[in-house]
């Protein structure tokens, strides 16, 4: 049975984060996405086009992420190809409502010790990243 989707997620233990930074939101998630899409650029050969929810993200950021990402990607991760960034609503893209489900889920899951939607997902997980991983939950 092949698998139709895999999941990466990454979460944040906010106690940790350096104020200056998690002052401005729209930073603090540019960089954290950054972390997380990383290791997937650096391995990743071909063209790549990554959609990401536009409610994530300030208005007056939409532009920085995308800047962020592709400076990144090329600067420090070797990534020669073209890289694409869409940012959609997800009120009108319905992979970005399930991707919804799933992170409420991933929340649920870290903050609430709720993981009954979280398990409906074991075996698509294929990276779960805890930031900063030595101090995380401490």
């Not at 906010?14 to 998690?22: R, T």
């Not at 990144?72 to 940012?87: D, I, R, S, Y």
């Not at 409906?120 to 930031?131: A, E, T, V, Y």
Request: one cysteine or more.
């Amino acid at each position: 049975m092949t698998q139709d989707y895999s999941i990466a997620y990454l979460v944040a233990d906010k106690k940790h984060i350096e104020p200056k930074l998690f002052a401005q939101k729209n930073l603090t998630f540019n960089f954290l996405f950054g972390v997380l899409v990383k290791s997937f650029i650096k391995s990743y050969k071909d063209d790549m086009d990554i959609c990401v929810d536009n409610r994530t993200v300030k208005v007056t950021s939409l532009n920085s992420l995308t800047d962020y990402i592709q400076i990144e990607a090329v600067t420090k991760w070797g990534f020669g190809q073209t890289l694409t960034m869409n940012l959609r609503d997800s009120k009108a893209c319905n992979l970005l409502q399930a991707v919804d489900v799933v992170s409420n889920s991933i929340f649920a899951h870290y903050n609430y010790s709720s993981s009954g939607l979280y398990h409906l997902n074991d075996g698509h997980f294929i990276r779960h990243q805890l930031f900063p991983y030595s101090k995380f939950g401490t």
